[in-house]
DNA sequence: CACCGTCCTGTTAGCGCTAACGGTAGCGCA
DNA sequence: TGCGCTACCGTTAGCGCTAACAGGACGGTG
């Protein structure tokens, strides 16, 4: 491997000539076309062996126009859900044979999308994943009616826009009922950023749930997924005194509540019982461990990328959307109502 | 925008057609060469706009041997600390003009590594960013001899290999030193796992500073950063009661200790003070609010393409290693050491 | 006026690969 | 023998771009 004098890469016309073929005969060989005898792939193999010959893709991707290369527009990476979404995308993608090239913007502004879809299209990708967890994202990328498949998270479109998710209602609706079997009747609600699509989801799944049971949400505080936010609304429920139970949406603010009550003498789950949302793996080491809600990131990754399979590769129409069901996993941070004073 | 009936992207010379110059003159404009008059940049200008034009990136690839990409190779991206070093990279390569190409292995097998690293010049990476916290991650590399510039996070080799990192052990010996200071004698210490050369290096601080201070360094016990062990180690520390101040090597870790404390009814910090490393967002939140060690991940990412930009703009020979300083963050979590019974 | 240098523009020749087509040999069948 | 079909392999023509060279126009200088 590596002779002493490769100033340039060997290309095809060098592993022909050392196996006396033509250079196509060796596009055919590494193509896996049927047409070559055993024994001329043999030699051509050799060649490419000996020589440690490796295909340009710039040149390949020239005249096929594939580059087998993804594009991922991502926001918000900071947080637990994109950032778990890019990681199970890229692993999925990488079992099915594509890259993932990132551009990651700040916010959700139509421009910031604008330029970077415009990025990696122009590196040539092959299809676009967008996890840009904001309102509007949808809009912006219909607007830009892109000529490549787009797998949005969070959301389908049409055209050549489809979605895949979890169900970040059936979710908010699996930890209410959870609550409800309880005996919870007062069930409050910390929200994320009303600007995001899943923290809205989950506001509806909480309503929609009490609605059914035939119980008041008017108990709705909105945070900002961190657990600083969380902590400051913990201290003014404390206060209140409002709900035994509390559905928070992700399990950083859950924390500071958690640390709120915990200093007002609030008692979690004999005073109020909380839920969070995600599952992060420090969740089932806070005090008292917490009940929340987990979303397969890695499944979810695995749909999106079925979702661009079908259209790249078997010209599949978009406009579909896949859903993922979350589960919820019960801890110790939930309880029976307490017994009425 | 968008032509009706353009069932083929514009090239070069359908924009030099409608200007009425040459292809080699919008090629010229394009790249910002000097040599073009105004008037003549003027109108090419208008054309480009007016068709839309956007340059093919594989076809320019071929003839420069320049992608503007960088691919990075990461495993563990599940952990904090190479999540957001991958982060501040990703920020810091969009700001110099660079994409990033994602190639995350699982472990840190030297086939993996040889696997992904083709996987990355194939795509005719320009320059490579490795995210392997592992020992041995660094000879698997040089065994490789590339060609083109690597920057290795967490250590520097020769020849095109650079390296960046932040100060594990004079993070650690800050840590460390504050303990001490606070009037602590008996420190003991929670490792990660033996071969992520962090963690390793996080323990030779902790070694040395204590051997400054002619205290014991027998305090040892070693976690997989997960809060479960720190947990774990957390009930057995409980029991033996040995130490009055415990350095832990992740803020996850030390999470478990604070609960498996909080059960034994071992109070932090009046009987035992904690000091955690990363300075996740929610360790301001744990109960109490955890005293640790803050990473600046996006001077990491910068100091990265610095390095890179260096090797490939300037063609600077490798070699060199930069180094960011970490920072202590004191909060509730450390105390002075209690007065003996 | 001849000469040189500077500024601008055009022409030519690839970068390394694949698609499309052409050609040869060998076989079966009438 | 002639025809057609299949299996295999080679030749040619680009994909869209930039580097390198080749001028032409113009102004200044001796």
Redesign the pocket.
């Known amino acids: 491997m590596g002779n002493s004098n490769d100033r ?2 060997p ?3 060098d592993v ?1 000539a050392r196996a ?9 060989v ?2 896996n076309h ?4 055993a ?3 043999a030699r051509v193999e050799a060649a490419i062996a000996e020589l440690g ?4 893709t710039a ?2 991707s ?3 126009r594939r580059t087998q290369n993804i594009g991922v527009l991502a926001s918000e990476l900071g947080q637990y859900g994109p950032a778990n979404t890019l990681l199970g995308v890229q692993q999925a993608a990488r079992e099915a044979g594509y890259f993932v090239s990132i551009a990651s913007i700040k916010g959700a502004g139509a421009e910031a999308i604008s330029d970077a879809v415009r990025h990696l299209t122009d590196q040539g990708a092959d299809g676009l994943i967008v996890i840009v967890p904001h309102d509007g994202t949808l809009q912006a990328l219909e607007r830009l009616n892109l000529d490549v498949p787009v797998i949005v998270v969070g959301g389908a479109g049409e055209g050549r826009l489809s979605g895949a998710m979890v169900d970040q209602k059936l979710g908010a609706r699996l930890a209410v009922a959870h609550l409800i079997s309880l005996g919870h009747r007062r069930i409050g609600h910390v929200s994320g950023p009303p600007d995001w699509i899943d923290a809205q989801a989950r506001v509806d799944g909480w309503r929609e749930e009490l609605a059914e049971a035939g119980l008041s949400d008017d108990l709705l505080v909105e945070g900002d997924w961190s657990a600083g936010s969380g902590y400051r609304i913990g201290q003014q429920l404390a206060e209140r005194q409002g709900a035994t139970a509390v559905f928070v949406s992700n399990d950083q603010m859950a924390l500071g509540l958690l640390r709120a009550f915990g200093e007002k003498g609030v008692r979690v789950p004999e005073d109020v019982s909380l839920v969070g949302f995600d599952d992060q793996p420090e969740s089932a080491y806070f005090m008292p461990p917490l009940t929340t809600v987990r979303q397969d990131f890695e499944e979810l990754g695995k749909r999106c990328m079925d979702l661009m399979r079908a259209q790249i590769e078997d010209g599949a129409t978009g406009g579909t959307l896949v859903v993922v069901d979350p589960e919820l996993v019960v801890r110790a941070s939930t309880a029976a109502r307490p017994a009425l004073p």
């Open positions: 340039r890469l290309r095809l016309e022909a006396k073929v033509s250079h196509q005969t060796v596009s055919r590494i193509n049927p047409n070559v005898s024994s001329t792939r010959y490796r295909r340009n040149a390949r020239l005249v096929t």
